[in-house]
């Protein structure tokens, strides 16, 4: 399941208010200034900080 692109453009990195992207995969939202990824589960990004996981 994705997500659309006009709930993508509203959202930002909780850490640094950035602006987020779409991972290839689609299964997450990539933070290129704080090079961290939110996780989507079941469609729904999970935008918390703690659970972000870093750019390999």
């Known amino acids: 399941m994705t997500i659309s692109q ?11 208010k950035g602006e987020v992207t779409l991972d290839v995969s689609g299964t997450g939202l990539v933070c290129a200034a704080c090079k961290l990824i939110y996780e989507i589960r079941e469609g729904i990004p999970v935008m ?9």
């Open 6 to 16: 006009e709930l993508i453009d509203i959202l930002a990195c909780p850490q640094c």
């Open 48 to 56: 918390l900080a703690e659970e972000a996981k870093p750019l390999v």
